[in-house]
């Protein structure tokens, strides 16, 4: 085999990433962070240290597939040094070991898609914007590392690179939440890479000026979600000021104040007001279908084995007082039984609840946000991020009055609930907070 130069120069922020043992390994950044780049040089370097190798390289669609991994794939590995049969989508190289390299370019789109690896045995895999494809798809290629057979486990590697996805997602689960044993991850930010224009990054900062979901995400590489409409915190939240760097931990003999949603979609937050005067969101519980009785059981159980030994707050929506036609009994009457005495907030009213939690974003003290929340808190977080939001009237332009109701607004819910009763709100004409806000003769207010 004739030797192959490639001019590779490592990122700093990936000099890591090159030298971990871990047998899956994730790069999460923003776009043209060097992902793709650092992912093929690293497929690239194992190979050439083994007699035969086999990898898959996945995209979710076969146009993508051509459009961006096997066009990157060969900006670094020249094609000159192998064999390239388009037609099957295979690369096959000579390995200085006397061996071959067989690489395969494959798209999984369909359910059909991810049945095809089920037969392949492989010695790497690389999943490009991995976010794009189901679990199942990581699950069965993990199953397929066996190639060439006999071989010592230390020689299987699997590759994922995406932009950063939001917290409830399969990947942030997988490798931050609770990281499965042998995965490890790496985060970027913006500026990392010295091979763009000096510009790139704060061109796509004034572009996305008016979207601070996006500019977290595909400039600074934070976590989050990506969703349309106007985000109800979007100028108040940032996810790395605001969540914590791993699980928080209760503080003994101060309160677990608890915020309560109702309804078929119950939500319920459990948070404590440290001495120093900050807000900690240490869970979130909640359901997309299910009664108040069941959950509130669910929340008990949690409660005895979460957090024994404290004594709690509970505050919920005003509502919670109705009682139902059937029983005649109101959701905080069936909590009451389980000994959960919930109070009413003093309102329901939107500017308040919000200006509670708003509050709390944009304060600080000695450095440190005035509210903190623990990662597990997935839902919250991504609303935050912009789950919960104001959705646009058509293509006008403008946006609804109030937040919309999706999955993202009961746990929001639930916490204005708790921070309202806990922190109050300047403004104390309820009759006010129930009418709309006329300012006239003022522009740009």
């Not at 192959?4 to 922020?13: G, R, T, V």
């Not at 909640?286 to 509970?314: H, K, L, Q």
């Not at 959705?391 to 916490?415: C, F, M, Q, W």
């Amino acid at each position: 085999m004739a030797k192959i130069d490639i001019p590779y120069k490592c990122l700093e922020s990936l000099k890591e990433f090159h030298e971990s043992p871990a047998r899956v390994r994730l790069i999460v950044g923003p776009f043209r962070s060097g992902k793709s780049a650092a992912a093929v040089m690293e497929l690239f370097i194992q190979a050439q240290m083994l007699q035969n190798c086999r990898t898959v390289c996945i995209r979710s669609s076969y146009r993508e597939l051509k459009d961006t991994v096997i066009k990157t794939f060969f900006e670094w590995v020249p094609k000159k040094g192998g064999v390239w049969r388009e037609s099957d989508l295979t690369f096959t190289m000579k390995l200085p070991l006397g061996g071959t390299w067989e690489v395969l370019f494959r798209s999984a789109e369909t359910a059909e898609d991810i049945e095809k690896f089920r037969g392949l045995e492989i010695t790497q895999y690389w999943m490009d914007e991995a976010q794009e494809m189901p679990m199942d798809v990581k699950l069965v290629l993990d199953g397929r590392l066996s190639y060439p057979t006999g071989s010592d486990r230390s020689i299987f590697m699997g590759i994922l690179t995406t932009n950063p996805c939001d917290v409830e997602h399969w990947i942030y689960k997988t490798f931050v939440m609770n990281p499965l044993p042998s995965h490890a991850y790496w985060r970027q930010g913006a500026n990392e890479n010295p091979h763009l224009h000096k510009e790139y990054y704060q061109e796509l900062e004034q572009n996305y000026r008016d979207r601070p979901e996006m500019l977290r995400r595909y400039v600074h590489g934070e976590w989050g979600a990506i969703f349309s409409g106007k985000p109800v915190y979007g100028n108040e939240f940032n996810f790395d000021f605001h969540v914590a760097k791993g699980p928080l931990t209760p503080i003994q003999g101060i309160d677990i104040c608890c915020g309560w949603d109702f309804g078929l979609t119950p939500a319920c937050v459990f948070t404590q007001v440290h001495p120093d005067g900050r807000w900690v969101i240490l869970r979130e519980m909640w359901s997309d279908d299910m009664g108040i009785d069941e959950f509130g059981d669910a929340v008990v159980d949690f409660c005895n084995r979460e957090f024994p030994g404290y004594t709690f707050r509970d505050v919920g929506d005003p509502s919670g007082k109705a009682r139902m036609a059937t029983d005649e009994k109101s959701c905080m009457d069936i909590l009451r039984t389980k000994k959960r005495n919930v109070r009413s907030a003093s309102t329901n009213a939107l500017i308040p609840r919000l200006e509670a939690v708003k509050r709390r974003l944009i304060r600080s003290a000695k450095g440190k946000a005035l509210l903190t929340i623990d990662p597990r808190c997935r839902r919250l977080v991504d609303g935050f991020s912009g789950g919960y939001r104001y959705v646009e009237r058509g293509n006008s332009g403008l946006h609804s009055d109030t937040p919309e109701k999706n999955r993202y607004s009961h746990i929001h819910d639930a916490l204005q609930y708790i921070a309202l009763d806990l922190f109050g709100y300047s403004e104390r004409d309820v009759k006010w907070w129930n009418e709309p806000i006329q300012q006239r003769g003022i522009v740009n207010a």
